[in-house]
């Protein structure tokens, strides 16, 4: 038999996994996965103001999501990390399907088609070299 309540054995097997990389997720993003990971495949290892640099000009919408949520990352690290901004890169980035978004679109002769609004929930890991 274990020693304490299930609670307090659940608590102390997470206080051991936690994760220690400062991290930064948007949830619920208006854009398609394969759009976003156009983007985070152009930063992907990258240190971060390289990163900045590249979500700074470059044209898609996506871009401006991922710099936003990349500076989110960056201030989770120095803040609640105390880590050096200038050794922090790029550790994991990735783009998971959000849920789809059902409208539709009335077209000829009474028939109705269907347009998805895809999101996707977007997640940046950091970490120090």
Known sequence: MA???RSQIKRERNETQRETRPSATLRYARVSVQKACFV???IRGKDVTTAQGILTYSPRKASALIGKLLDSAIANAENNNGMDVSKLYIEECYANKGPTLK???PRA???AY???H???HITLVLNER
């Open 40 to 42: 985070l495949d152009a």
């Open 109 to 111: 002769q009474g028939r």
């Open 3 to 5: 020693k304490g309540h």
């Open 103 to 105: 409208r539709i679109r």
């Open 114 to 116: 269907r347009i998805e």
């Open 118 to 120: 895809r999101t996707s």
